[in-house]
């Protein structure tokens, strides 16, 4: 099954592909490999703010770092001339977890991006990973992730 139809199957729809808010460009492609620029916490509604272990659950937390993962792969269908199908895998993801210094759980913060990604794409989803805290993010926001992508 494609990429884009197992996506489609499954009721997921992508955003589309943020501009950068700053001097950087969103993704860059070098051969096969394509490396997204962090992508913060939003939805619909706005940015998602908060900092864990103080005015967030791991639970929001983790449905933050989903919505970075929505953010990351309309990305990669940027990234691929929006042929979804060009997905190879999830190579690497960094996240960022805005947390107090006494927080402890960014893994599952960061868990919200890995189990959607795993679950939407399969084993193409499997990666591996970094979950670190910071004492903020731009714009408060509660995560930030950024990932390494291999395409065809």
Do not use: W
Not at 19 to 26: K, S
Not at 27 to 39: E, L, T
Not at 54 to 74: F, H, N, P, R
Request: with cysteine; glycine share 10%.
């Amino acid at each position: 099954m494609s990429l884009a139809k197992r996506l489609t199957d499954q009721g997921i729809t992508l955003p589309d592909a943020s501009a950068p808010a700053a001097n950087y460009v969103p993704f860059v492609q070098v051969g096969n490999i394509v490396y997204v620029s962090g992508q913060i916490s939003r939805n619909d509604d706005g940015l998602i703010t908060g900092v864990l272990g103080d005015d967030m659950s791991i639970e929001d937390g983790a449905a933050a770092a989903k919505t970075c993962a929505l953010q990351l792969l309309a990305q990669v269908k940027a990234a691929c001339g929006g042929d979804m199908d060009r997905l190879v895998r999830v190579v690497k993801l960094t996240g960022f977890v805005n947390s107090t210094k006494d927080f402890t759980d960014q893994p599952k913060v960061i868990n919200g991006c890995s189990d959607f990604l795993v679950e939407a794409l399969g084993d193409a989803g499997r990666h591996a990973r970094s979950a670190v805290s910071a004492v903020a993010l731009p714009m408060g926001v509660a995560v930030e992730i950024e990932g390494i992508f291999e395409v065809s």
